[in-house]
């Protein structure tokens, strides 16, 4: 919920967060603002010094601000017994993924059967991307992707400040059941996910009586402003993959310009107040991307 008001010269902005709850704890918090002149032209070059900002009232002190930050995407695909009657389907899909992305995009392969399996760390390294797709198959063990998920955000997100980070997850769900203690790491991570900013898409490939995967990746993707495609069969694969493509590039092109702002945060407060103090700069702010 935004609202606006001037004051002189500045600008402030209102911005009321109506998704994450986490308990109260200091945290980091990024929130995402566009700038523009008179004329709706971008306005580049802000630095810390330009923004000032405050939460549920009280002045915040900001960490960092940064311009254009680069997308990293992790790629995450069920590679167990259950998708060998769709190899193909799956190789043509990563294929039109592969075509739709931008070359310059650092991007991330990895599978989820039996454990995180590292196919391609996140890089622009496309030839052995490649490679990696062309040569997809099944491998042993059962789908652990919501843990590999997690396992992933630790070791290439979370701890990676410039960065904004991009989850795609093509999975199969047949009715896997569900355990308390995975639950409760996933609700730690996706508060610091939304935190962070972090963006989430997902195909799944439903069987007749659907449960925890798509539970878990339903939410994930409501909550960060995603695509989520459903099917039963997967044949549709490569058009919605050159789709989900399509969509981060133009996510990617929409942030283009556009600042982050990061601070130490009061989790119970709602309400942040952003002030832009250069003349003429009129400021929208999000805490999600893109907006």
Same mark, same amino acid.
């Given at each position: 919920?935004?609202?606006?008001?001037?004051?002189?010269?500045?600008?402030?902005?209102?911005?009321?967060?109506?998704?994450?709850?986490?308990?109260?704890?200091?945290?980091?918090?990024?929130?995402?603002?566009?700038?523009?002149?008179?004329?709706?032209?971008?306005?580049?070059?802000?630095?810390?010094?330009?923004?000032?900002?405050?939460?549920?009232?009280?002045?915040?002190?900001?960490?960092?601000?940064?311009?254009?930050?680069?997308?990293?995407?992790?790629?995450?695909?069920?590679?167990?017994?259950?998708?060998?009657?769709?190899?193909? #389907?799956?190789?043509? /899909?990563?294929?039109?993924?592969? *075509?739709? !992305?931008?070359?310059?995009? @650092?991007?991330? %392969?990895?599978? +989820?059967?039996?454990?995180?399996?590292?196919?391609?760390?996140?890089?622009?390294?496309?030839?052995?991307?490649?490679?990696?797709?062309?040569?997809? #198959?099944?491998?042993? /063990?059962?789908?652990?992707?919501? *843990?590999? !998920?997690?396992?992933?955000? @630790?070791?290439? %997100?979370?701890? +990676?400040?410039?960065?904004?980070?991009?989850?795609?997850?093509?999975?199969?769900?047949?009715?896997?059941?569900?355990?308390?203690?995975?639950?409760?790491?996933?609700?730690?991570?996706?508060?610091?996910?939304?935190?962070?900013?972090?963006?989430?898409?997902?195909?799944?490939?439903?069987?007749?009586?659907?449960?925890?995967?798509?539970?878990?990746?339903?939410?994930?993707?409501?909550?960060?402003?995603?695509?989520?495609?459903?099917?039963?069969?997967?044949?549709?694969?490569?058009?919605?993959?050159?789709?989900?493509?399509?969509?981060?590039?133009?996510?990617?092109?929409?942030?283009?310009?556009?600042?982050?702002?990061?601070?130490?945060?009061?989790?119970?407060?709602?309400?942040?107040?952003?002030?832009?103090?250069?003349?003429?700069?009129?400021?929208?702010?999000?805490?999600?991307?893109?907006?």
């Amino acid at each position: 919920m935004h609202s606006f008001r001037a004051v002189g010269a500045t600008l402030t902005l209102v911005l009321t967060f109506l998704a994450a709850q986490p308990s109260a704890q200091r945290m980091v918090r990024r929130i995402f603002v566009s700038a523009t002149d008179s004329s709706g032209a971008t306005v580049h070059g802000l630095v810390k010094a330009d923004f000032l900002l405050s939460e549920g009232g009280k002045p915040r002190e900001i960490s960092r601000v940064s311009a254009d930050v680069p997308m990293r995407v992790i790629l995450l695909v069920e590679s167990t017994s259950a998708i060998a009657p769709m190899i193909t #389907s799956f190789r043509s /899909g990563l294929q039109a993924f592969y *075509d739709g !992305l931008p070359a310059e995009l @650092e991007v991330g %392969f990895m599978t +989820t059967a039996g454990q995180l399996k590292i196919r391609v760390p996140p890089g622009t390294d496309r030839q052995k991307l490649l490679s990696e797709f062309q040569s997809f #198959s099944q491998e042993l /063990g059962g789908n652990v992707v919501i *843990d590999a !998920l997690l396992d992933a955000d @630790e070791r290439f %997100f979370r701890k +990676t400040s410039d960065r904004w980070p991009v989850f795609v997850v093509v999975t199969t769900d047949s009715g896997a059941t569900r355990g308390e203690q995975l639950i409760l790491r996933y609700n730690k991570f996706l508060t610091d996910f939304m935190l962070r900013g972090g963006s989430a898409h997902a195909v799944l490939i439903q069987g007749s009586r659907p449960r925890a995967i798509s539970d878990f990746i339903e939410n994930l993707v409501r909550n960060t402003n995603g695509v989520l495609e459903t099917m039963a069969v997967s044949n549709p694969l490569a058009a919605k993959m050159k789709d989900l493509a399509a969509r981060i590039a133009a996510d990617r092109a929409a942030m283009s310009g556009r600042y982050e702002v990061e601070y130490p945060s009061e989790a119970t407060a709602s309400t942040v107040e952003l002030t832009v103090t250069r003349p003429g700069v009129t400021v929208r702010v999000s805490p999600l991307r893109p907006f």
